[in-house]
């Protein structure tokens, strides 16, 4: 079985959303690189078609960016990406599917059919997954800004306090400090 791990950018004010952190080639790179070590990725729908609309089009070179941008988008093109969603049944995105009906049990599939293990980029459908318990790691972006504004980190909040264990904590060139952590007994 491999592990389910929650990757994302955040601000230190717990903002999500993609449009306050540093997007550059250092981010793209380590979201690249920690994309190539997961068998597969995990959204909810929105991020999904959020992804669905903007990466695409670089894949094929008809969008400028730059070569980690690139780097990224080609990847992405090739991974399978799992969309889990009640309301869109079709997602032509090369190798997309489909997770229908019970969220735990649809989740546990594919991280027990998948030993290299997923990677989960959505907030929301972070939240409900943790609250399931089905999340083994967390590998947070921690941006050095504060914006004063939602979407933010588990803001429906969570049954209990979770505890987890530090694995690493890694400064980028650009500020944003990468934290990775496991969960904790």
């Known amino acids: 079985m491999g592990l389910l791990t929650f990757g994302i950018n955040v601000t230190l004010d717990g903002c999500i959303d993609h449009r306050e952190g540093i997007a550059d080639d250092e981010t793209h790179a380590f979201f690249s690189a920690l994309m190539d070590g997961a068998g597969a990725m995990l959204w909810g729908r929105v991020t999904y078609e959020m992804m669905e609309e903007a990466w695409p089009p670089i894949a094929r070179g008809e969008v400028d960016a730059t070569p980690a941008m690139v780097a990224w988008a080609r ?103 990468v934290t990775r952590y496991r969960r904790a007994g």
Do not use: C, M
Not at 92 to 98: C, I
């Open 75 to 177: 990847k992405l093109e090739a991974k399978p990406k799992h969309v889990v969603s009640a309301t869109r049944t079709s997602f032509p995105w090369t190798n997309s599917h489909r997770i229908a009906g019970d969220l735990r049990t649809g989740v546990q599939a594919l991280k027990d059919a998948t030993p290299d293990g997923v990677l989960l980029g959505s907030g929301r459908l972070a939240t409900e997954l943790d609250r399931l318990g089905l999340i083994d790691e967390y590998v947070l972006l921690v941006h050095p800004r504060i914006v004063g504004h939602g979407p933010t980190l588990f803001a429906d909040g969570l049954p209990s306090t979770r505890r987890l264990a530090l694995r690493s904590a890694e400064p980028l060139r650009n500020g944003v400090i």
